[in-house]
């Protein structure tokens, strides 16, 4: 059998088709993404929610040791930066920058 040769004659609608498609695909693959984003942060935060009472009666009112630290570091650091995932994945461009939020983490960075 011989390979099926190309001779660069599609169409305009099999090359629309194809673009279409593929459009299509990304749409859905970036709506999946966000979509599992979401359900990772509500389950971090209802995480969050349920054992508030835990933390306080185990971390907070006890005199704090280095485990507790590296607890809490662990625990809100996580919490915050979520925050800011959420803020580049759901607010538009324009938003973003018209508040500063660039600026502040490139400086931040430094």
Do not use: C, Q
């Amino acid at each position: 059998m011989s390979a099926p040769s190309y001779s660069g004659t599609n169409t305009h609608l099999e090359i629309e088709s194809l673009t279409m498609d593929t459009n299509v695909s990304d749409t859905r693959d970036i709506h999946l993404e966000s979509y599992l984003l979401v359900f990772a942060l509500v389950f971090l935060y209802y995480d969050h929610f349920i054992t508030i009472d835990r933390e306080i009666k185990v971390v907070w009112a006890r005199p704090k040791n280095r485990s507790a630290h590296l607890f809490l570091a662990n625990r809100y650091f996580l919490f915050s930066v979520n925050i800011v995932v959420v803020l580049f994945e759901f607010m538009p461009f324009k938003f973003l920058k018209r508040f500063g939020v660039f600026s502040t983490i490139s400086r931040f960075l430094k």
